[in-house]
Structure formats: C-alpha cells, structure tokens
C-alpha cells in the first residue's frame, strides 16, 4: 500500500536533552512539501559530529532532535516540483547541499551552498520553517539537514544525491560524511602533488581517508600522528608510511615533525578537532609553502592561535567542510569509484548493529577500535 500523502509513524532515536541517552520512540513523519523528498533510511553510519552535537556543545545543537547525517535509502515520495529524483531511486542525503543557482553554487569556488542552511541550521524546513516530524504532535528538531537517526526523514530536495541502485546501501552509507572528507581534503582543499610529504593528525576515519587520498595523490611519506598506538597498524593498510606518537616524546611534536622531514611537512591533516593540535599541524609544515587543513570540528568557544609569523613565513591555514565535494554532483562519482574499487569503504566498517542499539553503538565509537558503526534501521 502506497504511504504517498500520508503521514508516517516509524521508529527514531530521539535527542530529548544534550548527554541523556537516546529513546527510541514512535514517530510521525509529514509528508514532504514542495521541493522536499521523503526517504526510507535503509543504513546509517555515527559520526563523531552527532556526539559532539548530542553533547551539547555545538553551538546549532537544538533538542529535542533526530540526529544523523551519514546514511543511504530509497526515496519514498516526492512533494511537489521535485524532479530530479522519485519514489524508488536509491539516494544519499547530504548535510552539505548543492542547488546549483546560489551565490556560493554559482561561484566555482566552494563547495558550501546557501540555498537551505538556514534552515539546517534552525533544525527546520525551509518551506514552512517547521519541522517534518513530530510525537503526539510536539515537533522534534531536524539536524544537519538529514536527520537519519529515523526509519523515514524528509530533507530539501537540494541535499540529495541520486546513486548506482547496485550500491551496496550498507557500505555506501558512508559515503554521506567521514570517507569523502578525508578524501577531498587532500583531492579538492589541498590539492596535494605526487612526491609531497603529508602529515595526518587523528587516524580516525577521517584521518585514514586522508591517508588513502594522499597515497593515491602520489605523496612520497604519509605520517600517521595518533596517541594511541593500537591506531597504527591499521593505518598502513590506508597509505600511512610512518607513524609518530606525541607520547614518546618529550619534544613539541611540531618539532619532532620538523626534524624528521628537513624543515617540516608539504601538507597537513588535523582530524581531530583539537585546538592545540590545530596549532601544531600548521607549524610542522615547511616554511615557504607548507599547507595546513583543518579538518575536525571543535567545540563551541574553542579558538585557534599561532604567531602571525608563521603566516608571514608562507605557510597556510585552510579548513574544509565535506572535503570540499559537490554533494549532489560528486557523491554519485564517489559511488562510482567505490563500486570500480577505485576507493576502500567497506575497510572502515568496522562494526554492524540495529537502531535499537544505538546506545551502545555510540559506546563503541567512542572505544579505540571502532571507525565506523552502521546500523539498520529496518526490522
Ligand atoms: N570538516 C568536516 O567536514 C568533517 C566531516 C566529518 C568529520 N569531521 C570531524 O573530524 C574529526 C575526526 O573524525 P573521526 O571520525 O575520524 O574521529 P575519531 O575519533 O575516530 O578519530 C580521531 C583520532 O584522533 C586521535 N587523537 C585524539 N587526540 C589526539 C591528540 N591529541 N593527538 C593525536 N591524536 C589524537 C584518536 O586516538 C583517534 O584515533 C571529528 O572532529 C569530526 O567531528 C569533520
Ligand atoms: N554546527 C557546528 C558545525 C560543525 C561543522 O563544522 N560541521 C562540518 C561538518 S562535520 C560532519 O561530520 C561542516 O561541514 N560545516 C559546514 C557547515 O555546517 O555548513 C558548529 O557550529 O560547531
Ligand atoms: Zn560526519
Ligand atoms: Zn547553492
């Protein structure tokens, strides 16, 4: 039976308060307007961004909300003036849209859009400036634009990608955040030249994809830096040539890079979200030249510093957000390579579970080993 038109009521891990655990909870989800679509989440992959904003320390964080922003499914209906995808077609939703006619679409120089963030950010729809869902008729904040936490989420017809319908979707999933970003970072932000010597900060999986970019970019020696050694062998797996641990030494570790690569590094990597770090892998880069990109997500109130010197002296601080890449036009391409094993993707899935243990999901994201979980959001 079509649930065109109709409202659904489906299962969503639900943000009550900042730190509180999740609740699954029955959910009603509006039909989407014009130029909205409604999706069938089929897979969802945690990020760390969803626990820095459950944490409550991002300042756009609003509760209650449906966090999630790293998932595959099928397009359920299509409100109106949608034409670009229809019920049936395999989609990634994506936090970071693309419409094509904004200042920042037009521009060729970003990868931001405008057209819907306003409203991703007040954790609405632009449409109405309310939201999709709702229980017993209280509404629950949207997050990201995505929102994927739930069996079935509405986003701007802006912010989906359409996909190969052979993707694996529990693998492809991950392709809405983590792999693409390292992977652009070094690709579109960096654009690191065969021979560069690349330092990478964090070997999470933003780092890792990092790693894996910057080896098919032909750098000469990828540094993994991590303080937590069990991080290391993995690594090797996704390009990292040499690794260093802050711990070992007693030395900055700005320093430690420096003397270990004559003068500092080509480009680097903080995959983290930490602000010391963030100093740090501006100064282990070469004078001159050396690039520095800031790649994690810090928390509200946190600041970067280093002495204007070091700019002076030629090295640059940059940042990236979705690694750069076109959602709408890119996100298929990235399914593409993935599907030609151009790309890994499935190296960083290192754990399977269901909604409803979501909690507990999170605490394995949390432990050492974890990259990415996903979870299956249908019974
Ligand atoms: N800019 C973007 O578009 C974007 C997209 C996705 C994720 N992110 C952010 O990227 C960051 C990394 O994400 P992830 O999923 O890879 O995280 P992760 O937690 O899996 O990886 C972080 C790694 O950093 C290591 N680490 C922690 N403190 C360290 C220190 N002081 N020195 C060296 N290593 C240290 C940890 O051991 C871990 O291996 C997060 O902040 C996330 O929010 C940003
Ligand atoms: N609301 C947060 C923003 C955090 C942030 O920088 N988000 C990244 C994506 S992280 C994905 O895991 C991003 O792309 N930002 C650009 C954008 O949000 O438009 C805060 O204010 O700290
Ligand atoms: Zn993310
Ligand atoms: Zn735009």
Redesign the pocket.
Known sequence: MSTEGQVITCKAAVAWEPNKPLVIEDVQVAPPQAGEVRIKILFTAL???DA?TWSGKDPEGLFPCILGHEAAGIVESVGEGVTEVQPGDHVIPCYQAECRECKFCKSGKTNLCGKVRGATGAGVMMNDRKSRFSINGKPIYHFMGTSTFSQYTVVHDVSVAKIDPQAPLDKVCLLG??VP?GLGAVWNTAKVEPGSIVAV???????LAVAEGAKAAGASRVIG????PK?FDRAKNFGVTEFVN?KDHDKPIQQVLVDLTDGGVDYSFE????V??MRAALECCHKGWGTSVI???AASGQEISTRPFQLVTGRVWK?????GFKSRSQVPWLVDKYMKKEIKVDEYVTHNMTLGEINEAFRYMHG?DC?RCVLKMQD
């Open positions: 990020c760390h961004t820095y955040c983590g970003t900060f964090g070997l999470g999986t933003v780092g830096i991590d303080i937590d991080k802050p995959c983290i979200g930490n010391s770090v790649v994690g997500v940042g990236t957000a979705f690694g050492g990259l």
